[in-house]
């Protein structure tokens, strides 16, 4: 009998399959590792706030404010953030502040906003009706100058944030195609302008140590860093995750000490060693599965499939993509008569965006696609998207796993294959990356 692979969609919920005959898994990443913690958040995270990293422990910050902030990421990230403040109120009430002392904001940096019920299940209804809850509009015109940029350009930040004597915030660390890892990201450009947030990413996004899993030298991070010291963050929390979603660990305590904690227990959890590159990768996106986010689930594979190799790229996507997303791609595929790699290296090797009037975000996510699928054919599997939009965003199209495995069997006859059942979850640690796994361009470095 064949052997039974599979891909998690998130919840427990999965999609199992065989590999095509002739074919040889080299790699999969879930049976690899087994959960490492029977340990629960609640447990987890009370060890952490008892031991705090390099700083005073909670309490203690409450009694000497007056007009705290807590700033939490969006339904984009994983982070179980009502379950934390239900852990984490008690500590700053012993130190003299209540519900209605405290000011929640969403760092959505230029994400769009989360309706209700989604703001409901992140925070909990507790604090949407007790704290004030604000979701952060970097074209505000009411944000505050607080740091500079390496190019002497002024950020300006959420004014409740700018304000607050204490700031605290809540997130995760996960690989990032650009950061190295997310989670440091909630000052900059969790609750930065608009402005700001397009110089920094069009900057150093192109920097070939700006890179997943890393943040030695990488300028994307270091720049991120330097404008947090300058807005001050007090105390963070950061849930570190395991290759199956679950939360494993957590730290607490100073932004560096503690996010380099967690980006050394994150490697440790996420890393997975690859000797050589493989022709064929199979990967879900999960935990990133809403619309423009799935992109970054294509970093993994892309790094360890071998050039004219193939990516299936599984997608359990809870709607449609956005119609601004598509109508983006649509536009530099006008724009560049169908060539939009050379298009966006020329954009941004003259430090503009691809397309300067949408979302940084949809940038970035195109700017990724058209990079990933120059060298490596994608073949996308999602119930939400159609065969235009897929062919519209450079991507072979799919209708279920069992006809991408059939139309790759034939293609590639003999191949060695990877499987990343979570493929937001994976940071491939090899000696075998090219110059092409990071998004050169002329005049950069």
């Known amino acids: 009998m064949a052997q039974q692979y599979y891909l998690d969609f998130g919840g427990g919920e999965r999609i199992y399959f065989s590999l095509p005959k002739g074919w040889k898994s080299v790699q999969f990443i879930q049976s690899?590792?087994?959960?490492?913690?029977?340990?629960?958040?609640?447990?987890?995270?009370?060890?952490?706030?008892?031991?705090?990293?390099?700083?005073?422990?909670?309490?203690?910050?409450?009694?000497?404010?007056?007009?705290?902030?807590?700033?939490?990421?969006?339904?984009?990230?994983?982070?179980?953030?009502?379950?934390?403040?239900?852990?984490?109120?008690?500590?700053?009430?012993?130190?003299?502040?209540?519900?209605?002392?405290?000011?929640?904001?969403?760092?959505?940096?230029?994400?769009?906003?989360?309706?209700?019920?989604?703001?409901?299940?992140?925070?909990?209804?507790?604090?949407?009706?007790?704290?004030?809850?604000?979701?952060?509009?970097?074209?505000?015109?009411?944000?505050?100058?607080?740091?500079?940029?390496?190019?002497?350009?002024?950020?300006?930040?959420?004014?409740?944030?700018?304000?607050a004597d204490l700031k605290i915030s809540l997130g995760s660390i996960l690989p990032h195609s650009m950061a190295g890892f997310g989670g440091a990201k909630m000052i900059m450009p969790g609750v930065a302008d608009f402005e700001s947030i397009k110089e920094h990413h069009i900057t150093h996004m192109v920097h070939p140590l700006s890179t997943l899993g890393n943040i030695n030298g990488n300028p994307f991070y270091e720049e991120i860093l330097k404008v947090?010291?300058?807005?001050?963050?007090?105390?963070?929390?950061?849930?570190?995750?395991?290759?199956?979603?679950?939360?494993?660990?957590?730290?607490?305590?100073?932004?560096?000490?503690?996010?380099?904690?967690?980006?050394?227990?994150?490697?440790?959890?996420?890393?997975?060693?690859?000797?050589?590159?493989?022709?064929?990768?199979?990967?879900?996106?999960?935990?990133?599965?809403?619309?423009?986010?799935?992109?970054?689930?294509?970093?993994?594979?892309?790094?360890?499939?071998?050039?004219?190799?193939?990516?299936?790229?599984?997608?359990?996507?809870?709607?449609?993509?956005?119609?601004?997303?598509?109508?983006?791609?649509?536009?530099?595929?006008?724009?560049?008569?169908?060539?939009?790699?050379?298009?966006?290296k020329a954009a941004l090797s003259r430090g503009e965006p691809v397309l300067p009037d949408r979302a940084v975000d949809f940038n970035m996510a195109i700017i990724s696609t058209v990079r990933r699928t120059a060298e490596q054919k994608v073949f996308l599997v999602s119930q939400k998207v159609s065969q235009e939009e897929a062919s519209l965003m450079g991507f072979e199209y799919v209708s279920s796993v069992e006809e991408g495995l059939g139309q790759l069997g034939e293609a590639y006859p003999d191949a060695d294959v990877a499987i990343f059942p979570s493929g937001g979850l994976v940071i491939p640690v090899t000696d075998v990356r090219s110059s092409k796994d990071s998004f050169q361009v002329s005049g950069t470095q």
């Not at 590792?33 to 309490?59: G, V, W």
């Not at 957590?250 to 493989?278: C, H, I, M, P, Q």
């Not at 996106?285 to 790229?313: C, D, N, W, Y």
Request: aromatic share 6%.
């Open 32 to 163: 690899e590792k087994e959960s490492k913690s029977a340990t629960s958040l609640n447990e987890l995270l009370q060890k952490a706030l008892s031991q705090p990293t390099n700083a005073q422990s909670l309490s203690e910050l409450a009694s000497k404010a007056k007009k705290a902030v807590i700033i939490v990421d969006d339904v984009t990230r994983p982070t179980p953030t009502a379950e934390i403040c239900e852990i984490l109120i008690p500590y700053l009430e012993e130190g003299g502040l209540s519900l209605e002392d405290l000011t929640f904001v969403v760092a959505l940096g230029s994400h769009a906003p989360m309706n209700l019920d989604q703001l409901e299940q992140k925070v909990g209804k507790a604090i949407i009706s007790s704290s004030q809850v604000i979701q952060h509009e970097c074209w505000g015109p009411d944000l505050l100058p607080a740091a500079t940029l390496s190019s002497g350009r002024a950020v300006k930040i959420n004014p409740a944030v700018a304000k």
């Open 228 to 344: 947090t010291r300058m807005v001050g963050l007090d105390f963070i929390i950061r849930c570190i995750f395991n290759h199956e979603g679950g939360v494993v660990d957590v730290v607490a305590g100073e932004f560096e000490s503690a996010f380099t904690k967690g980006v050394e227990l994150s490697l440790s959890n996420l890393g997975y060693r690859f000797d050589r590159k493989v022709d064929v990768s199979i990967s879900c996106t999960f935990p990133f599965v809403h619309g423009p986010q799935m992109i970054k689930a294509l970093a993994p594979p892309s790094i360890v499939t071998r050039e004219r190799g193939a990516i299936m790229l599984v997608a359990p996507l809870p709607e449609p993509l956005p119609s601004g997303f598509l109508d983006a791609f649509l536009e530099i595929r006008e724009k560049s008569n169908n060539n939009p790699l050379e298009y966006a």
